[in-house]
């Protein structure tokens, strides 16, 4: 487009104003809307400002039963594993936690191992991987008395492993460790 058929465009379109009437009063807003509104559409806060694959990491949600939910819904984002005759028991606790601004954890007793047991977490709206990318995993553990391995996997939605990394020599001990991993995804999904 030449500078004469450019001119000719921008002098054909529409124009726009926008009136402020700054001392009219406005629409009629609810005493009990207090600070700012924000509308966390499509995971925007959790999985995109805060960049976080792991949704409700802290197990947080339900926090606030009985003064807006009726449900006690802590284990939102997560599913418990039980494969072959596993079986196993999860509570959310919050006596002497790893910091009073983190104040929950989730207690995971294994009363039969199976073909495996654990938690998934099912991310926000999944958890998007790319082949030959790094994912840091990091938990912290107060193990009392499991002597086993912990398996961490990236694994699909049809059960393909993307990655796979096992923690050996888990401390048994009455204070929290921190275990650390980096996940190479084979795949992407």
């Not at 000719?8 to 124009?15: A, G, I, K």
């Not at 039980?82 to 006596?95: A, P």
């Not at 207690?107 to 998007?128: D, H, M, R, T, Y």
């Amino acid at each position: 487009m030449n500078l004469t058929n450019q001119l000719n465009f921008l002098q054909q379109q529409e124009t726009y104003s926008l009136k402020i009437e700054a001392n009219k009063k406005g629409v009629e807003i609810s005493p009990t809307f207090i600070g700012v509104f924000f509308e966390d559409i499509n995971y925007g806060a959790d999985g995109g400002l805060y960049a976080e694959l792991i949704q409700n990491r802290s197990f947080e949600f339900g926090s606030f039963k009985d003064s807006f939910s009726k449900y006690d819904d802590y284990l939102y984002g997560w599913e418990v594993v039980c494969k072959g005759e596993g079986i196993i028991k999860v509570n959310r606790q919050d006596k002497e936690p790893i910091h009073k601004n983190n104040p929950h954890y989730l207690e995971v007793v294994i009363e039969k191992a199976g073909q495996g047991v654990g938690l998934s977490n099912l991310g926000f709206g999944g958890i998007s991987v790319c082949q030959d990318e790094q994912y840091n995993f990091s938990i912290y553990l107060n193990n009392k008395n499991y002597k086993g391995k912990l398996h961490i996997l990236l694994e699909g939605q049809n059960g393909e492993v993307y990655a796979n990394h096992e923690i050996e020599g888990l401390s048994i001990t009455d204070t929290w460790g921190k275990y650390e991993a980096v996940l190479l995804s084979q795949g992407t999904d």
